[in-house]
């Protein structure tokens, strides 16, 4: 099993940064990967960003050059560094690992664990 716990959200104004937070605990070789997705009310839940352990990234086409996404391995940490931000960023923001199949890193369906969600807002 595996516990994951976001933190960093909040308020802030169109343009403004923050900075998520994903602490992993308990038996984390379980994942090759992790992710941040999010979901608006009333969409889907999408992929914004994931890191293998080795590394490698990935990013949706929508926060290319916005967000970037960082791991302490040794931490079990996960960060999402989320700048430049748009009202239509607006989202809960999740936490997810798993063994990820190369090529899905944004399908839900390959991450197995999932934290609680962190909730961020950006205002005009």
């Known amino acids: 099993q595996v516990q994951l716990v976001e933190s960093g959200g909040g308020s802030v104004q169109a343009g403004g940064s923050l900075r998520l937070s994903c602490a992993a605990s308990?038996?984390?070789?379980?994942?090759?990967?992790m992710a941040w997705f999010r979901q608006a009310p009333g969409e889907e839940r999408e992929g914004v960003a994931s890191?293998?352990?080795?590394?490698?990234?990935h990013y949706a086409d929508s926060v290319k050059g916005r967000f970037t996404i960082s791991q302490d391995t040794a931490k079990n940490m996960v960060y999402l560094q989320m700048n430049s931000l748009k009202l239509e960023d607006t989202a809960m923001y999740y936490c997810?690992?798993?063994?990820?199949?190369?090529?899905?890193?944004?399908?839900?369906?390959?991450?197995?664990?999932w934290g609680q969600g962190t909730q961020v807002t950006v205002s005009s």
């Open positions: 997810a690992a798993g063994i990820v199949v190369a090529g899905r890193e944004r399908s839900q369906s390959e991450y197995n664990y």
């Open positions: 308990g038996d984390t070789l379980f994942r090759n990967s």
């Open positions: 890191i293998y352990t080795g590394g490698a990234t």
